[in-house]
């Protein structure tokens, strides 16, 4: 049955094969798109409040050749993931700051954006008529994709006249190939990812693009991702192409501070608290890179990535290593994380979402 929620009926009903388990290898799921039955689409024109969303079925979107988004690359997107439990229930990670982080980016972008009420409940509208392809409890999650994006036709620069808001799912595994295993990070010192000023702080679409050219060439070379320095001074850690970074001494656990350049991460904030939870100090600071050569560990944070251990990083031809297997602040941090995303622990900080 689709969720009543504001959305209209589909155009077609359900057939039988989609009231089925798809038959997808749930235990092999990487991170790429898996197309599911429905996606929610809502509209919004001259500046105005976003009305009238509606579940579609997945499949491509009809824009103008001028759409904003296309010439201009007014667009942003989210990424929040849905949880299956164990008795078969689900559950959504923290959707509200997802809603209030794409409200801030529009903001900066020159967008109208929905509440943050109609953010939730159409993330909740879209998984629960794509039930099915949340994968079992421990084999994954639904990546729930929100974009914001200028679909109104413009020629001049100028903000575009119409807005369309979109949630597609696709259900996933580990992001990086390595699994959970410890990756490979290379600093780059020439190509950066934002400046003082710039959009980096926010989920815009054209900062993942920007970072292509510098990730493909590291891939080419054997290292999992990129680590971005500060554009100024080039000695700070800012954050890797898809998500932030942290470093471990001792008991303390630093992580370069939020000043417009670093994207705020959900998954950040939250591993800030665990850790701080968990009895460690936690700094949110300038991080230098020279202090990579002296941590006990090193791992990244991010809705697709989780919590991902870091196993080396070279900057400038110089390889520093961190043992063998996933670090034990690493590991701690992902195992509480994720129980309390799959329902297994108390949720003493009201985190998760029931649909
Ligand atoms: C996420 O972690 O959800 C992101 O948006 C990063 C993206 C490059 C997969």
Redesign the pocket.
Known sequence: RLPSFNARQAVSPISKEEKEVPDLDWDNLGFAIVPTDYMYVMKSSHGGDFSNGELQRFGNIELSPSAGVLNYGQGL?E?LKAYRKEDGSILLFRPEENALRMRSGAERMCMPSPTVDQFVEAVKATVAANKRWVPPSGKGSLYIRPLLMGSGAVLGLAPSPEYTFLIYVSPVGN?FKEGIAPINLVIEHELHRATPGGTGGV?TIGN?AAVLKAQSAAKAKGYSDILYLDCVHKKYLEEVS??NIFVVKGNVISTPAIKGTILPGITRKSIIDVARSLGYEVEERFVAVDELLEADEVFCT????VVSPVGSVTYLGKRTSYGDGVGVVSQQLYSVLTRLQMGLIEDKMNWTVSL
């Open positions: 997107f990424g992001y989920k993942y898809s998500c991010g809705t697709a990535v």
